[in-house]
């Protein structure tokens, strides 16, 4: 059994998307804009997670 579900809204300044396996396994996709624009992608089994990030700095100091 597959399901979806969104995270966040475009109101937030965030965005993402959660798949989910037999409701052990998932594949997250997520990005937002927090001074500078961040997209991470995640594969968990269970309560652990592996990510990985990307990043793009728009400012590194106030």
Not at 9 to 18: A, K
Not at 43 to 61: D, N
Request: with cysteine; glycine share 10%.
């Amino acid at each position: 059994m597959i399901k979806y579900k969104t995270l966040g809204t475009s109101y937030d300044n965030q965005c993402g998307i959660s798949l989910i396996f037999l409701w052990l396994f998932s594949i997250t996709m997520s990005y937002n804009i927090v001074k500078g624009d961040h997209m991470t992608l995640g594969i968990s089994a269970g309560p652990f997670e592996v990510s990985m990030g990307l990043s793009i700095w728009r400012k590194l100091l106030p």
